[in-house]
Nanobody
Framework: QVQLVESGGGLVQPGGSLRLSCAASGITWDTYVIGWFRQAPGKEREGVSCFSSREGRMYYGDSVKDRFTMSRDNANDMVYLQMNSLKPEDTAVYYC?????????????????WGQGTQVTVSS
């Protein structure tokens, strides 16, 4: 059974940084992709980043490219999202998700397993 637990959210000033963590269990890295998503109040959930072990690369949404970096620690089944140069529009609940596929997808419909989410608020 896949379980995902996010942590690391909080309140940060514009221009600041946060690092989100996702503890993933029950997945095999070469048959699953891991994604980060976010959902702001009144908006649809959107893809932030995705990692595919089979492809050997990360993907990023246009709104976070060059500011956010996704990384993984296979040995400890951890996935991270380093968020720099944060903006108020980055305020959202951030979710870690896993999908039993080998190619990345930034669409929510591809993912079966979701964490509970962690709140990120960017405000002065």
């Amino acid at each position: 059974q896949v379980q995902l637990v996010e942590s690391g959210g909080g309140l940060v000033q514009p221009g600041g940084s946060l690092r989100l963590s996702c503890a993933a269990s029950g997945i095999t890295w070469d048959t699953y992709v891991i994604g980060w998503f976010r959902q702001a109040p009144g908006k649809e959930r959107e893809g932030v980043s995705c990692f595919s072990s089979r492809e050997g690369r990360m993907y990023y949404g246009d709104s976070v490219k060059d500011r956010f970096t996704m990384s993984r620690d296979n040995a400890n089944d951890m996935v991270y999202l380093q968020m720099n140069s944060l903006k108020p529009e980055d305020t959202a609940v951030y979710y870690c998700a896993a999908a039993p596929r080998v190619l990345c997808s930034m669409g929510t419909g591809s993912y079966r397993s979701w964490g509970q989410g962690t709140q990120v608020t960017v405000s002065s």
